[in-house]
């Protein structure tokens, strides 16, 4: 599949402050502008912490009224919804789901048969009660995954945040007994990523102190760890040096194939774009008692390394390894397509004699965005101009594709392997259908010729959780600065009357080759679409009415969504993406601006009634709304952001983004870095939209730190209506439990609607 960005970091500490990075050479360095606000970079700190719930209390006062209660209530209803689809992931003969509910806050690992599953009210065996655990262990334990083992279906390692954030510790269950085993593994928490080598045998890469972070926080060394065995002990079998960003591992072990090799393997991530992986078949490593060797002199010479330029992304499966470039692979012998998707035997990487087959290209219009194999087929997910195809993959017919049915327009699916180590499941396939105004089903279908009809058969559909009719989805497409044709979803009523006069929200994320699709979300259908004006605008408490105040937006309005398609995303594939990198980020928020026009142009809305809304990466795309476009937004939502360029690397896990942004150290990246730093944007005089910054304490992935100093230098400055709301837990999500996540989307949606409308 697609690599994901990485989502561990640094562990939670009373500074976010990150070792300074070591050069090997001169480089002309770039100076450090002023900041009044570094004191607000002690993340635990009693002055900084004070000054949070100063700030959280005057924005609760300010928007905590009625009308934020019926949002967050309902928002929470339908989280906490007995009606939705329990997503499960079948290991032997057990289909587990993890669950969160209004008396299971926490939530609750489960599983249960595929006859019960199927039917109108299945019977859940609870395996782990998060609610009661915390109680039990005094800390607020924050679910963050499962790996079961294949072997015998009985063990697994679960990894549990004691706070919301990446940083987890990974504890032995036993599913038999359906407890932690006694002196099994068990890893305190850090950003830790493991793999199952053999029943009493894993692959760690975690945190053990002094040598062992890279820059960026992440893991550098790959550890071999024996049941029983302390972690500080167990052998280095693979580093990566220090100013990478991190070393990722995994296995392929218990394979589908009866004569298919066992192996592990581990990742370089150079960069965030730039990988190199290498393999080692485990029989190579197992010793006469046929379990797997902790001695790292066995391990030192049996790692294959898969040579080939480092922005292509490899993937293994069984004998087969896939390529997809980043940029075009050009050899004396062969090429491969940007975005494109190859394939060679193992015994050629292994021989170093690679000539892969191109099995998909691109073209201008379709992109690669992720693919899966059953146990005989690869299938392939597509986007043609970001709407769904999905192609299945004859690896045994010269991987011959035919397209699979089933998927409409304006809707998004998804598609994984049941259960490719089970002869009975080897080819079937879970498929979830997704729109905007559609809620979710579950389909199941198979690729076996045996099994008859090839149209999935829906087996779970989600309940309506929030009123859609007469509303309507169209795409349209806004022209950017330099030409190119920017995508972009619209939900509004279906009778819209376009006179600039409807309250719109646009969304939007650009950056890392995420793809932002389709997506039935009850959160903002309750917070945004399920709102309608009453045509009577109130001033905000703290300003005073005067002639210029503006008409109230007529009754009856509907709120508008608009999902942006802008260039940093992946919705034409890597092209996409690097087209908004580095020196052309700007590019990027050219499309966004480009999108709000076109919406003024059109009719929908009006800049005193468009509002946008991101977070992470989207926060500082919006946050560059703010200080780049003021006059085209009537108020922002700014979640969990990057906005001080010029010391992300310096904040939590920001040294491992440089090779999206620039590194803000060395002057000539500075020059253009500079010119999307929200922080350094801000000019005196200036006409700013309301804007609200949220983010979380426990967020140690971006940090609170950026939205913090954005908040102080803004109100420093005198410039009205900025509210900041920081909560303490859920991590870089700011959700550890359905209850929060209604909190911050409910404030953030008050804040806008009262922003643009005064209701």
């Not at 801000?682 to 730190?705: H, M, N």
């Not at 009205?720 to 996540?741: L, M, Y």
Request: net charge negative; hydrophobic share 35%.
């Amino acid at each position: 599949m697609r690599k994901e960005a990485p989502a561990d970091n640094q562990k939670t500490e009373t500074s976010t402050t990150a070792a300074e990075p070591q050069s090997t050479e001169s480089q002309n360095t770039a100076p450090m502008p002023h900041d009044e606000n570094l004191w607000l970079e002690d993340i635990h700190g009693d002055e900084p912490m004070g000054w949070v719930k100063g700030q959280n209390a005057k924005t609760i006062s300010r928007f905590q009224d009625d009308l934020f209660g019926s949002i967050a209530g309902d928002i929470r209803t339908a989280l906490d919804s007995e009606g939705k689809i329990p997503m499960v992931a079948k290991r032997g003969e057990h289909y587990f789901n993890f669950w969160r509910d209004s008396k299971n806050p926490k939530g609750m690992w489960r599983r249960t048969t595929w006859d019960s599953y199927v039917s109108d009210s299945p019977e859940w065996e609870i395996l782990i009660d998060l609610d009661e655990l915390g109680a039990a262990e005094e800390t607020p334990w924050v679910w963050a995954g499962a790996s079961v083992r294949r072997s015998d279906d009985s063990r697994a390692l679960v990894s549990l945040s004691p706070d919301g954030g990446d940083a987890h510790r990974v504890r032995e269950f036993d599913l038999v007994t359906k407890t932690f085993v006694d002196g099994g593994f068990d890893l305190p928490s850090a950003k830790t990523r493991f793999a199952w080598l053999d029943d009493d045998t894993i692959i760690v890469a975690t945190d053990t102190g002094e040598d062992s972070l890279t820059t960026s926080s992440y893991p550098r060394q790959a550890r071999v760890l024996t049941r029983g065995q302390a972690i500080s002990d167990a052998p280095i079998v693979a580093e990566v040096p220090h100013d990478h960003v991190a070393i990722f591992v995994g296995s392929d072990v218990g394979a589908a194939a009866a004569d298919a090799t066992d192996r592990a393997f581990f990742i370089d991530a150079i960069d965030f774009f730039n990988t190199q992986l290498s393999f080692i078949d485990l029989d190579a490593v197992t010793d006469e008692s046929g379990s797997v060797s902790t001695v790292a002199s066995a391990w030192e010479n049996n790692w294959t390394v898969v040579e080939v330029p480092t922005d292509v992304e490899v993937g293994l499966e069984r004998d087969n390894v896939l390529f997809r470039p980043q940029s075009e692979w050009i050899h004396e012998d062969y090429s491969v397509p940007a975005g494109g998707l190859a394939v060679a035997d193992i015994a050629e990487v292994k021989a170093g004699t690679i000539t892969p087959t191109v099995i998909f290209t691109p073209d201008e219009h379709t992109a690669l965005q992720s693919w899966t194999w059953t146990r005989d087929y690869l299938i392939l997910e597509l986007l043609t101009d970001v709407q769904s195809q999905l192609s299945v993959l004859d690896p045994n017919d010269d991987f011959s594709s035919s397209s699979l049915p089933g998927v409409p327009a304006n809707h998004m699916v998804g598609l994984g392997a049941v259960d490719k180590h089970d002869d009975a499941s080897a080819n079937d396939y879970w498929l979830v259908s997704t729109g905007f105004l559609t809620p979710s089903t579950l389909a199941y279908g198979s690729l076996e010729s045996s099994k008859g009809d090839s149209e999935p058969v829906v087996i779970k559909s989600a309940p309506a959780l929030f009123p859609s009719d007469g509303f309507s989805v169209e795409q349209h497409f806004a022209t950017s600065e330099d030409g190119t044709k920017i995508p972009y979803f619209q939900i509004a009523d279906s009778t819209l009357v376009l006179d600039g006069s409807n309250p719109t929200l646009l969304d939007g994320y650009g950056g890392f080759e995420v793809s932002r699709t389709p997506v039935y979300s009850p959160v903002m259908g309750i917070g945004w679409l399920g709102r309608t004006t009453t045509g009577t605008r109130h001033d905000p408490a703290d300003r005073q009415a005067d002639e210029t105040a503006e008409a109230p937006i007529p009754a009856g309005r509907r709120g508008v969504y608009v999902l942006a398609n802008i260039r940093g995303g992946g919705e034409y594939g890597p092209r996409w993406h690097t087209s908004a990198m580095r020196e052309n980020r700007m590019r990027a928020y050219e499309d966004y601006a480009a999108i709000a026009r076109d919406l003024v142009t059109r009719g929908v809305t009006s800049p005193s009634n468009l509002a946008c809304a991101g977070g992470s990466n989207g926060g500082l795309l919006v946050g560059n709304m703010l200080t780049q476009h003021p006059e085209l937004f009537g108020a922002i939502s700014c979640g969990v952001p990057l906005l001080d360029m010029r010391r992300y690397t310096k904040l939590s896990a920001g040294y491992s983004w440089k090779a999206e942004y620039g590194d803000p150290d060395v002057a000539e990246d500075w020059e253009f870095i500079q010119k999307f730093s929200p922080y350094h944007l801000l000019e005196d005089g200036t006409d700013y939209p309301p804007v609200l910054f949220w983010t979380a304490t426990s967020d140690d992935r971006v940090g609170p730190v950026q939205a913090r100093k954005m908040a102080a230098r803004m109100q420093n400055r005198g410039i009205s209506d900025v509210w900041f709301f920081e909560d303490t837990e859920g991590g870089h999500s700011a959700a550890s439990d359905n209850r929060q996540a209604a909190f911050t989307r409910a404030l953030s949606y008050r804040f806008l609607w009262n922003s643009l409308t005064g209701e």
